[in-house]
């Protein structure tokens, strides 16, 4: 709204000029969400093209951070020496190579004797204009603007272009390490580890935006992790008549008259070179009306650039404005009256209050795009902001805009000094400081980034441990024990009846109640805790208390009094002698219970039951392990499930085996379910090649040092803490949490595997892990969460891989046994860290389909795999032994 001035209304001619330079808040929110709408655009690989507002990919993936080449001690900026050359105005407009050749002759004169230095001297290269950049030190220019016309430029690239002209002036070693333009350095120079500016606004002869985006939002790379510096260009934002309600004819006219019209919409709105030119047609118009200069010759207005920006932001002052208004008007051979100069003064302000709401339009679209893009509900950052415009606007009025905006964004503009040239040199001393750090990341993750190479030999491994662990002589030494289960063969659909399940395989005993009818299995279930006391005191406790918790069962389910065959999953290590004969090899899971080990589980809990006096009331026809149910489980829907694979605390897998290749058990016909119990898989020392420092430390502080190696490369139970371990090595290298302590990192099993299913999860915002680390009192950035979750990342897809090459050595002796040139097999699958684990599926199915490729895999997930698969193996065995 516009108001009167000194009491006296306004002439309606100026009041209609100034009304159609002032946008209302309304349609300043519809600007905002059209820059949205535009930058999302550009963001988009599909749509990039068609943009107008390009959002080109810097590959600036860090602000400084106040450590290492970035700062002196005390967390200074280091101390600039510079210089200015003249550059001859024939040169904008003539080759390329003269432009480049000029630059590099005063490098060479600004470094004087120290040019033919040994010394590898890195140059960060400040270069204003639109460009495609592919890598930090490649870039091509898409076109040039400000006057420049240079040629053979546009479409090349220009640091190769510089490095060209430098190596001909033999600069020293002098190498050109990164480009960037004007914004990117007003950022960068404002930006400290307390203080990390993500934002930058120049508002100069043209006007452009960065900012730091979650790179998974930037389709145009192929980086996924992190942040990088987006290079908005929105100069050309409303190019495709985005701003076409707000445009007014004095912006028509300013725009035929420059060298691009109808390109730079947003920019001519803006930017100082035209706002000049804009007030200068408003005034013309007024004079047309007789509104202004009656009786003046105004002739002289309608030379473009007769009133420059500068002038227009010297009138708007309230002090001295008026004076400057009549002393420019007269500079024209105008005669102003006090009237005409408040007039033009009102109009001044109009035009730069316009830019300067335009300017916090878009403000106020990036920081909305950034607040969402991170899930949050308030946003606090730092803009940096830039150039001889802004540093003569109302910066209130910017601040105040910008507020109304985005009201969920808390801001503070941090004014830049020296963005063009100190940037350049903050650009380039992270550039290096990233280099390095990633060197030394790359040097302690190598080991745990495994080769195909290295996955084959895995494979080749398991196989043979394999055939070793079937053989009757060799099966003693084998580290995979290779156990039969004597489960003969899997559901074939024709199963009825009903059955008890148990299921004892951790803090938690489950007893079940299953009825398999032909239009499905009905499942009954109640759990039973298991109390510390009774898991470490005496075997014969233990079965007191399963048989006590059966009998409770039986009474709830109404089934007291009947028989029913009982299938028992035991998921500890065993021997089994007969499908209801099973010898503990040894606890695991934090059972210890005494006089157990080396002896039947069957056994003792027909004892058990024997004191209890309800040894009739127990019919058990089968004991498996957790793996074979699982396989039986999904077998009952898929008659080609012959795998079952966990993959959660542990890790094991069985498999059919033919008979006559398991040496260990008596006959030659038909199949058996072998348990491979292959989390031992290089306990004796074939594995050793692929154990880290980290792996080794991990182990050291199990309660079974050097044994289940496989297993604790691949399990939940470990994951987390392998982790835990690198983190430590790089906060000890200086690379993560520099300056903080992280006493929480010292705290064995801190850092839980479920953090890294939910760090892995794609597209989740840096602030989410950021809160993650958070909790554990680790005070991370959003570069530091970056290499956590690369961290994560690289032992997850080692465990994927490792059991994938397990699994290809299963599915590959499986069709060699048939003779088959393909084999179609589906594998049963249970385990957290397979169903929690957002990439270990993909990583594990991808991994196998590469190391077996004759083998067509099918992942079926089980569902409750350990008791239903238990009652299939009974109502299997229950239905053979009757037919």
């Given at each position: 709204m516009v108001s009167s001035l000194g009491g006296r209304a306004l002439h309606p001619q100026v009041q209609r000029v100034l009304l159609a330079l002032t946008i209302p808040l309304d349609l300043l929110q519809m600007v905002k969400a059209r820059m949205m709408l535009a930058m999302n655009k550009g963001l988009n690989r599909q749509t990039h093209a068609q943009a107008t507002v390009k959002m080109l990919p810097t590959y600036i993936c860090s602000t400084p951070n106040g450590t290492g080449r970035t700062a002196q001690p005390g967390g200074r900026f280091p101390q600039l020496s510079d210089n200015t050359f003249d550059m001859p105005e024939d040169l904008m407009q003539g080759t390329g190579e003269a432009l480049f050749d000029f630059i590099a002759q005063c490098v060479r004169q600004f470094l004087g004797d120290g040019c033919h230095s040994k010394e590898r001297l890195p140059l960060g290269f400040v270069f204003p204009f639109s460009?495609?950049?592919?890598?930090?030190?490649?870039?091509?220019?898409?076109?040039?603007?400000?006057?420049?016309?240079?040629?053979?430029?546009?479409?090349?690239?220009?640091?190769?272009?510089?490095?060209?002209?430098?190596?001909?002036?033999?600069?020293?070693?002098?190498?050109?390490?990164?480009?960037?333009?004007?914004?990117?350095?007003?950022?960068?120079?404002?930006?400290?580890?307390?203080?990390?500016?993500?934002?930058?606004?120049?508002?100069?002869?043209?006007?452009?935006?960065?900012?730091?985006?979650?790179v998974q939002h930037v389709q145009t790379v192929e980086e996924t992790r992190g942040r990088m510096c987006v290079n908005t260009e929105w100069g050309c934002f409303g190019d495709d008549g985005a701003l076409d309600d707000i445009l007014t004819p004095y912006d028509q006219h300013v725009d035929e008259e420059s060298s691009n019209p109808g390109?730079?919409?947003?920019?001519?709105?803006?930017?100082?070179?035209?706002?000049?030119?804009?007030?200068?047609?408003?005034?013309?118009?007024?004079?047309?009306?007789?509104?202004?200069?009656?009786?003046?010759?105004?002739?002289?207005?309608?030379?473009?650039?007769?009133?420059?920006?500068?002038?227009?932001?010297?009138?708007?002052?309230?002090?001295?404005?008026?004076?400057?208004?009549?002393?420019?008007?007269?500079?024209?051979?105008?005669?102003?009256?006090e009237r005409d100069c408040c007039r033009m003064q009102q109009v001044c302000r109009a035009v730069v209050s316009r830019s300067a709401a335009l300017c916090a339009a878009g403000l106020a679209a990036i920081l909305s795009l950034i607040r969402q893009s991170r899930g949050l509900e308030r946003l606090m950052i730092n803009v940096a902001v830039d150039g001889e415009l802004y540093h003569g606007m109302p910066h209130v009025q910017l601040d105040t805009v910008t507020r109304l905006l985005a009201p969920e964004c808390l801001v503070n503009l941090k004014l830049s000094e020296d963005g063009t040239g100190r940037?350049?040199?903050?650009?380039?001393?992270?550039?290096?400081?990233?280099?390095?750090?990633?060197?030394?990341?790359?040097?302690?993750?190598?080991?745990?980034?495994?080769?195909?190479?290295?996955?084959?030999?895995?494979?080749?491994?398991?196989?043979?441990?394999?055939?070793?662990?079937?053989g009757r002589e060799t099966n003693a030494n084998a580290s995979v024990r290779m156990l039969p289960t004597y489960v003969r063969g899997t559901p074939d659909g024709t199963e009825r009846g009903e059955f008890l399940a148990l299921d004892l395989g951790g803090t938690n005993f489950r007893v079940l109640a299953v009825r398999v009818a032909e239009k499905g299995i009905q499942i009954a279930s109640q759990i039973y805790v298991i109390p510390t006391n009774i898991m470490q005191g005496t075997?014969?406790?233990?079965?007191?208390?399963?048989?006590?918790?059966?009998?409770?069962?039986?009474?709830?389910?109404?089934?007291?009094?009947?028989?029913?065959?009982?299938?028992?999953?035991?998921?500890?290590?065993?021997?089994?002698?007969?499908?209801?004969?099973?010898?503990?090899?040894?606890?695991?899971?934090?059972?210890?219970?005494?006089?157990?080990?080396?002896?039947?589980?069957?056994?003792?809990?027909?004892?058990?039951?024997?004191?209890?006096?309800?040894?009739?009331?127990?019919?058990?026809?089968?004991?498996?392990?957790?793996?074979?149910?699982?396989?039986?489980?999904?077998?009952?829907?898929?008659?080609?499930?012959?795998?079952?694979?966990?993959?959660?605390?542990?890790?094991?897998?069985?498999?059919?085996e033919e008979m006559q290749n398991v040496g260990t058990v008596e006959g030659e016909q038909g199949r058996m379910c072998i348990n491979m119990e292959w989390g031992a898989f290089g306990d004796n020392g074939c594995l050793d090649h692929l154990f880290t420092e980290f792996d080794q430390m991990v182990d050291e502080k199990t309660i079974n040092p050097g044994k289940q190696r496989f297993e604790k490369l691949i399990s939940g139970m470990y994951l987390g803490e392998i982790v835990r371990h690198i983190l430590l090595a790089l906060v000890e290298k200086g690379i993560l949490f520099q300056d903080k302590a992280c006493p929480?990192?010292?705290?064995?099993?801190?850092?839980?595997?479920?953090?890294?299913?939910?760090?892995?999860?794609?597209?989740?915002?840096?602030?989410?892990?950021?809160?993650?680390?958070?909790?554990?009192?680790?005070?991370?950035?959003?570069?530091?969460?970056?290499?956590?979750?690369?961290?994560?990342?690289?032992?997850?897809?080692?465990?994927?891989?490792?059991?994938?090459?397990?699994?290809?050595?299963?599915?590959?002796?499986?069709?060699?046994?048939r003779g088959l040139g393909q084999l179609a097999v589906t594998v049963g699958v249970d385990g957290t860290l397979y169903k929690m684990h957002p990439c270990f599926s993909e990583h594990l199915q991808q991994t196998l389909q590469d190391l077996a490729p004759n083998c067509a895999v099918t992942f079926l997930l089980s569902e409750d795999g350990s008791g239903k698969g238990a009652a299939l193996v009974a109502a299997v065995a229950v239905c053979g032994a009757e037919s």
């Open positions: 460009c495609r950049q592919t890598r930090l030190d490649k870039a091509e220019l898409i076109s040039w603007s400000k006057g420049f016309s240079c040629s053979d430029v546009e479409g090349k690239d220009v640091v190769q272009l510089l490095q060209l002209a430098i190596n001909k002036q033999e600069v020293g070693e002098l190498e050109v390490v990164a480009l960037m333009n004007d914004t990117v350095g007003t950022m960068m120079t404002c930006s400290t580890r307390e203080i990390p500016c993500e934002v930058a606004l120049i508002v100069d002869k043209g006007t452009n935006s960065c900012f730091m985006a979650d390109v730079k919409r947003f920019e001519k709105l803006v930017g100082s070179l035209y706002l000049g030119d804009v007030v200068r047609h408003a005034l013309i118009a007024l004079a047309a009306e007789k509104a202004l200069f009656i009786g003046s010759n105004v002739t002289v207005l309608g030379t473009k650039g007769v009133l420059t920006t500068q002038q227009v932001v010297e009138i708007i002052s309230s002090k001295e404005g008026m004076t400057k208004a009549r002393m420019t008007l007269e500079a024209l051979g105008l005669r102003p009256s940037g350049a040199a903050m650009v380039t001393a992270v550039a290096l400081r990233l280099a390095d750090q990633r060197r030394e990341v790359n040097q302690l993750l190598a080991p745990l980034r495994l080769t195909r190479a290295d996955l084959e030999r895995v494979q080749a491994l398991m196989r043979q441990e394999m055939d070793l662990g079937l075997g014969e406790a233990l079965f007191d208390h399963i048989v006590d918790c059966i009998m409770d069962f039986q009474m709830k389910q109404d089934l007291k009094g009947r028989v029913l065959p009982l299938g028992f999953t035991f998921s500890f290590p065993c021997k089994q002698l007969g499908l209801d004969k099973a010898v503990l090899l040894n606890w695991t899971k934090g059972f210890s219970a005494s006089d157990c080990v080396g002896k039947d589980v069957v056994q003792l809990l027909r004892e058990a039951a024997q004191r209890k006096q309800v040894e009739k009331a127990l019919n058990v026809v089968a004991v498996v392990n957790d793996t074979v149910g699982t396989m039986m489980s999904c077998g009952y829907e898929d008659p080609e499930c012959e795998i079952g694979l966990i993959v959660g605390t542990g890790t094991n897998a069985c498999y059919m929480t990192l010292q705290n064995r099993d801190i850092f839980k595997t479920k953090f890294l299913s939910t760090i892995e999860i794609d597209g989740l915002a840096l602030t989410k892990v950021q809160a993650i680390l958070w909790d554990l009192e680790l005070q991370a950035n959003f570069e530091e969460c970056s290499l956590v979750r690369e961290v994560c990342q690289t032992v997850s897809l080692r465990a994927a891989q490792l059991c994938a090459a397990g699994l290809a050595a299963v599915v590959e002796k499986m069709r060699e046994n």
